[in-house]
């Protein structure tokens, strides 16, 4: 990627390693520089120990970097100030019914009663911030469930106010950006659809193609950041703020234990090993096991996800080093291991191929249908991603449906766009020839192009087409749940069926693909590892995707995976300081309830 100047020292450069370490002796190093590693490292600084962050890749952001950020915090504060009031009992009660199994080690009532307090505590001691989503609904239809007010969203952010290190915050998926750079949050992309519909929309979209082109001058791509590239840049400055150095391009290869306990690491920096103390512990924060063969191969459902939406950088090696040294990955408590989406496997410009993650665009707009092998139907097509492919999973139990394919008119794409292919889009012909798509005049044509029979499939459509003109999904339910309609189109007669009736046809293949693993280290309710007789492992916490998901392989509602990451990164640090400030007997216990409302006061 070409970077902007003055050229940046990297973590290959022997002077940049002896600057991050100079501060030592440290107080905790964080393994892993994305959402869960940065905001533990923010938070221990701000409670004054001395944090080291160690990341592997030569950028700060992972995963997270590439996400929505959307955060999952029920009873949050900024969504009741603008008029949403959610009682954290209700999602409580919304959790117990779908995960059930207890709440196990207290995870989920730490994590309900920490998040509003993290958010909070962050807003006012560092740059990282939030806004109220307002309406987004939750994931399932259950009592408890909310509509509005439990997920924020983080506040776009300058990339400009990073300097010579803007290079350093890993951009989003080319499928994600504009014009090969420009970032569109949740809320341009109506106003740049509707671009011509009102002045408004105009002046909007006018406003960031000139942003844009003025970035394009000085840098590798635009600096107006939304999503989670907001929230990793502002973290990434808030640790900058706060001093806190970041080793670049280090490669841990053990802890250091001592009268067992986690007490440091052995990294390979710059061609040397450094052994590196830690007087408090050790996070392992590295994004999960999304390009570990063999875990992937272990811990997800069979055939194995062909796919993964991870960092490069995510190998497993926070668990692997947590396993090394007595932590547990349980993989039945986090059964299906992933949280799901399906993807569509697009051709980049440059011929190497990428992801796109069908996450709400398309699949619940009125029109579109998916079929497996047999050309049936198999799941709601509006579900949530999760959902979508845990129905891909059943349905492959009976017949082949991985790949899947989502099926509509050519006239559909113009209107709503189909993955990677934007709406508005006429001219399908240069997908078709790439091979993302398959184009035909009829149903049956459709059919025998993609090896499927066309008399199956055309009565799938037919039934389908009878539905929809009834205005309601008998089969599947698709448009029966306000998640399903909030993703439709609110301006059609039916926010989410209409028939399938008008050539050329248009099929994409889809396949599952994880945005985060969920299975990961068994920790406590401050985020220390546990060993295989549930004790804590002295020193060493886990966040982020490298702790056993508090969801347990479920999806409630958007941003449960960084909702999570963040809080439980905020209690980890927490508890190390106060173990280092030695208010926490040894050996240490939970962190109180009254002490998180302490913190809360004092933000
Ligand atoms: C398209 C997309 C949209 C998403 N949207 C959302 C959303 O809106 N809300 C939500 O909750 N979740 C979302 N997710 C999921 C979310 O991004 C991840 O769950 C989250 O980023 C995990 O955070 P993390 O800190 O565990 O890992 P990451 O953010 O992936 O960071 C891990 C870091 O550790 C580094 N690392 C890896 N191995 C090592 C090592 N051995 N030593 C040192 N460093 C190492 C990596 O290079 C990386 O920088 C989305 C994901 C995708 C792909």
Not at 221 to 231: D, I, K
Not at 263 to 273: F, I, Y
Not at 317 to 328: H, P, V
Not at 438 to 459: F, H, K, N, W, Y
Request: hydrophobic share 40%; net charge neutral; charged share 20%.
């Amino acid at each position: 990627m070409p970077k902007i100047a003055p050229e940046p020292e990297t973590g290959h450069n022997g002077a940049a390693v002896e600057i991050a370490l100079s501060g030592a002796p440290f107080d905790l190093i964080i393994l892993g520089a994305g959402a869960g590693g940065m905001a533990t490292a923010l938070v221990a600084a701000l409670e004054g120990l001395k944090p080291l962050v160690i990341e592997r890749t030569d950028q700060v952001g992972g995963t997270a970097a590439t996400s929505a950020g959307t955060i999952w915090i029920p009873g949050n504060r900024q969504s009741a100030d603008a008029g949403w009031y959610d009682d954290p009992k209700n999602a409580a009660r919304y959790l117990d019914q779908l995960i059930g199994d207890g709440d196990r080690g207290g995870l989920r009532t730490a994590y309900l009663a920490t998040g509003p307090v993290m958010v909070d505590y962050l807003r006012q001691k560092s740059e990282v911030r939030f806004n109220p989503s307002g309406k987004h609904p939750d994931y399932h239809h259950m009592d408890g469930a909310a509509v509005h007010g439990r997920t924020l969203y983080p506040e776009r952010f300058d990339g400009r106010r990073l300097g010579p290190d803007f290079w350093r915050v890993r951009p989003p998926i080319p499928e994600f950006l504009i014009f090969g750079g420009m970032m569109a949050g949740k809320e341009d992309v109506p106003r740049l659809i509707h671009r011509f519909r009102s002045m408004g929309n105009f002046l909007h979209a006018g406003g960031l193609l000139l942003r844009y082109l003025k970035d394009r001058l000085t840098y590798s791509r635009g600096t107006r950041l939304v999503m989670g590239n907001a929230l990793v840049a502002r973290l990434f400055h808030s640790l900058r703020q706060n001093g806190v150095p970041v080793l670049f391009e280090g490669e841990v290869q053990d802890l250091i234990r001592r009268d067992d306990t986690v007490a440091g690491v052995v990294v390979r920096v710059a061609g040397e090993l450094r052994r590196i103390e830690a007087r408090h512990g050790v996070v392992v924060a590295t994004g999960g096991y999304g390009h570990h063969a063999g875990l992937r191969q272990a811990l997800m459902p069979n055939p194995t996800p062909m796919h993964t939406m991870a960092s490069p950088g995510n190998t497993g090696g926070g668990l692997e080093l947590g396993m090394r040294n007595g932590g547990q990955v349980d993989a039945r408590a986090n059964a299906p291991g992933g949280f799901w989406v399906p993807v569509s496997v697009t051709r980049r410009a440059d011929g190497t191929s990428g992801l796109f993650p069908h996450l709400l665009l398309d699949r619940a707009k009125p029109g579109l249908i998916a079929v497996n092998g047999k050309g049936e139907r198999f799941v709601n097509e509006a579900s949530s991603y999760h959902d979508f492919v845990q129905g891909m999973y059943a349905s492959h139990t009976r017949t082949k449906t991985i790949p899947a394919y989502l099926l509509c008119e050519a006239d559909f794409i113009r209107k709503y766009g189909l993955g990677h292919i934007h709406p508005g889009t006429r001219r399908l012909q240069r997908f078709s020839d790439s091979g993302y798509i398959v184009v035909a005049p009829s149903i049956e044509a459709l059919a025998t192009q993609l090896g499927i029979d066309g008399q199956a499939l055309r009565a799938t459509v037919e039934r389908y087409n009878r539905l929809a003109r009834e205005g309601k999904d008998f089969d599947f339910g698709k448009g029966d749940t306000e998640l399903n309609r909030f993703n439709g189109d609110p301006e059609a007669a039916n926010p989410c069926l209409a028939p399938i009736e008008k050539g050329p046809f248009v099929a994409l293949e889809v396949w599952p693909a994880e945005i985060a693993t969920s299975a990961g280290l068994r920790t406590d309710a401050d985020a220390r590892v546990l060993d295989a007789q549930e004790k804590p492992v002295d020193g060493l916490y886990a966040v982020g995707n490298d702790m056993a998901s508090v969801m347990a392989g479920t999806y409630p509602g958007p941003g449960t995976t960084l909702g999570p990451a963040l809080t439980f990164g905020f209690r980890a640090a927490m508890h190390a300081a106060a173990r280092a400030k030695a208010v926490v007997p040894e050996p240490p216990s939970a962190m109180s309830l009254p002490t998180i409302e302490a913190a809360r006061l004092a933000a």
